[in-house]
């Protein structure tokens, strides 16, 4: 343990990070630059979410880390080893107990409270990039408020698709401001973005951006009047838990086109089954999800 | 033809380093009116069409546009935001390649609706049919509008180019070169769809080109520019049929006669 600073980065660094953090929760939605350092993990892995937590966590936290829902994911599993060892904190895999949560992919199933952070990890956290790939102007877009890009391409969805067909990573509007993008979060998740009495945190090590939503931030997920926002999951409940009312992972059980639905949340869907609930599949299916990993 | 002009030029001068680019321009335009500025390559019509459209920023004049709301405004002076605004509602800027003035991976109709969508048209069904209108406007069929203008031939995309500029209702068109690289029969029928355009909308345009034809089918007014002065000006039938300035002559003198 003495070999490493507490968690990992040194003090320097991790002031250098909380400016960049606090800037960005003083201007909601806003992408603050920072200098990202290099980690001990390919970029694309986390290397945003994990500066943003090593430079959050102090040694009182309980941390917990979910991928795409998961707790025990190799991702997942890798970085909260990774904060074990390098600042000794307490870790776990219930939400309701974690005051620190890094995230990847999606918002827990529990909500959270205000003295929670939820951490994202982000690979692109521009939202115009794909519409606008220089960097200046988009720049200049956001300084400008000048957002009717990002319903053009809204625009081509419906055009081909005959819906909005953009399923993750579904842009918002934070605070009538910034647009922003949210991580590649399923657009069943995005209502919860709003008004969350926890802190979320964004960070993004390649990009080297860091944003954030205050508490009981107003994000609206953009849309048309008569193609209104849908936060849409599988039409199914949870094979597992019975759960109707949380998000899905479709799992493909045998090669005779055999699958179940089971939510993606595996907390969530543990705790509804310890208290009792059971879905269709409950007997045969195994208590964790590592096969679908 | 109201009296107020529509755009009251006064000296634009634009230096690149010691070299100018064009110097001391002032001229009027008035609501309705189609101004012609000629001159050879390098002579600075497409420095002075940019100091107007403000996409260049000039080292010297001032240019006045009556705006809608608060009247006559120096629009060098205006905020960025500002201008901006300006230059997707009252202002449409036609580029020479189609390429530069479109988003090739945007479907036809997205690019018809961008301009209405950054004036804030939030409803789906409304905006398409705005774009099917203009496409159709620009005879280009209601069925391509949800191909991309990577499909489409050199004339469709620069009618595709006109409709996405004309959707807001400008009062101003800038064109620069809006023929150049076509062939001469798609020129004509671009050339009848721009003086209908511009004659039923009442729309004032300041087309900058070095095709004569040009300027005699579309403009009423004719600036000729050399070396980044303005050499000669007037109505254009008079410019053509009895050129005063000694470049000028040269250039009615050199045009090919088929």
Not at chain 1, 274 to 279: I, K, L, S, T
Not at chain 2, 146 to 165: E, K, W, Y
Not at chain 2, 176 to 191: C, I, K, Y
Request: net charge negative; aromatic share 8%; with cysteine.
């Amino acid at each position: 343990m003495t070999e490493y600073n507490f968690a990992y980065l040194d003090e320097q660094t991790k002031r250098m990070i909380r400016r960049a953090i606090l800037k960005g929760l003083a201007v909601p939605g806003y992408q603050v630059p920072f200098a990202s350092r290099e980690m001990p993990m390919p970029y694309g892995w986390g290397t945003g979410g994990v500066q943003v937590s090593a430079a959050t966590l102090v040694p009182e936290d309980r941390f917990k880390v979910i991928d795409q829902g998961a707790d025990d994911t190799t991702n997942a599993v890798s970085i909260r080893k990774f904060f074990e060892r390098t600042a000794g904190v307490a870790t776990t895999e219930h939400t309701a107990e974690a005051s620190v949560i890094q995230t990847r992919h999606r918002i827990p199933e529990t909500p959270l409270s205000e003295d929670q952070i939820l951490v994202y990890q982000v690979p692109i956290p521009e939202p115009l990039r794909f519409l606008e790939p220089r960097e200046t102007e988009t720049r200049k877009m956001h300084s400008l408020e000048e957002y009717g890009l990002m319903h053009v391409k809204l625009y081509e969805d419906i055009s081909q698709h005959g819906a909005i067909a953009t399923s993750y990573a579904y842009p918002v509007k934070v605070e009538g401001r910034y647009v922003m993008d949210p991580s590649p979060i399923p657009k069943f998740d995005n209502p919860k973005l709003s008004d969350c009495p926890a802190i979320q945190l964004f960070g993004a090590g390649r990009e080297q951006r860091i944003y954030a939503l205050p508490p009981y931030t107003r994000v609206i997920s953009l849309d048309f009047e008569d193609y209104p926002f849908e936060a849409s999951k599988a039409d199914h409940a949870c094979d597992l838990c019975g759960a109707g009312d949380s998000y899905l992972d479709e799992v493909i059980t045998d090669d005779q086109g055999g699958r179940i639905f089971v939510c993606s949340d595996t907390d969530y869907c543990r705790g509804r089954r310890e208290a009792g609930h059971q879905g269709t599949q409950a007997q045969d299916a195994p208590m964790t999800t590592e096969a679908r990993a | 033809m109201s009296t107020t002009p529509l755009l009251q030029v006064r000296d634009i001068t634009h230096y690149y380093g010691a070299r100018i680019g064009c110097r001391d321009v002032s001229f009027d335009l008035y609501p309705g009116e189609v101004m012609g500025i000629v001159g050879e390559s390098g002579s600075g019509k497409s420095t002075l069409l940019g100091c107007l459209a403000g996409q260049l920023a000039p080292d010297a004049g001032e240019v006045l546009f009556d705006t809608r709301s608060d009247g006559l405004r120096d629009t060098l002076k205006m905020s960025e935001p500002e201008r901006r605004m300006l230059s997707r509602t009252d202002w449409a800027f036609v580029h020479q390649h189609a390429r530069d003035g479109l988003r090739m991976g945007v479907s036809a109709g997205g690019n018809v609706g961008e301009r209405l969508m950054a004036v804030g048209a939030r409803h789906y069904g409304d905006i398409r049919d705005q774009a099917v209108d203009w496409l159709g406007r620009v005879e280009i069929p209601a069925d391509r509008v949800d191909d991309r203008p990577t499909a489409f031939s050199g004339g469709m995309q620069q009618r595709l180019q006109i409709a996405r500029n004309l959707v807001t209702g400008p009062r101003l068109v800038f064109m620069d070169e809006p023929t150049g690289g076509l062939d001469v029969s798609v020129q004509a029928r671009l050339l009848d769809l721009l003086r209908g355009l511009v004659r039923e909308m009442g729309l004032s345009a300041i087309i900058v080109t070095h095709d004569l034809a040009v300027v005699r089918l579309l403009a009423d007014r004719l600036m000729v520019m050399k070396d980044g002065h303005v050499v000669e000006t007037g109505l254009t039938d008079q410019v053509l049929d009895d050129p005063q300035h000694g470049y000028t002559q040269l250039l009615v003198s050199s045009v090919l006669q088929v």
